[in-house]
């Protein structure tokens, strides 16, 4: 199983960047998708998901408006559109798959090694 996040990086305060996670090693489409990021000292922190068929998606309350989070299960890829950047949102960024089946008893979970976004005011 793999996650390989991509596609951070420096950028300005405003500016934009796009992550990816391409995902490899299993049912991709079977799997809710998440970005998470962390900063030293720091709890890591949800900040996307979408589901499996791509029909529900969860912001959080900082990046509402400001990111979009995408899936398309054809490439097994998963993207983070991130735009209007800020300082606060400098952090390592984590993609996350996650799968439970309907009594919650089984649960699967994997994660990538995260990709450095770096805000600079």
């Known amino acids: 199983v793999q996650l390989v996040e991509s596609g951070g990086g420096l950028v300005q305060t405003g500016g934009s960047l796009r992550l990816s996670c391409a995902a490899s090693?299993?049912?991709?489409?079977?799997?809710?998708i998440g970005w998470f990021r962390q900063v030293p000292g720091k709890e890591r922190e949800g900040v996307a998901c979408?589901?499996?068929?791509?029909?529900?998606?969860y912001y959080a309350d900082s990046v509402k408006g400001r990111f979009t989070i995408s899936r398309d299960n054809v490439n097994r890829t998963v993207f983070l559109a991130m735009n209007n950047l800020r300082s606060e949102d400098t952090a390592v960024y984590y993609c996350?798959?996650?799968?439970?089946?309907?009594?919650?008893?089984?649960?699967?979970?994997?994660w990538g090694q995260g990709t450095q976004v770096t805000v600079s005011s």
């Open positions: 979408i589901s499996f068929d791509d029909g529900m998606t």
């Open positions: 090693g299993f049912t991709f489409d079977d799997y809710a």
């Open positions: 996350h798959a996650a799968w439970v089946d309907a009594d919650g008893s089984t649960r699967y979970d994997y």
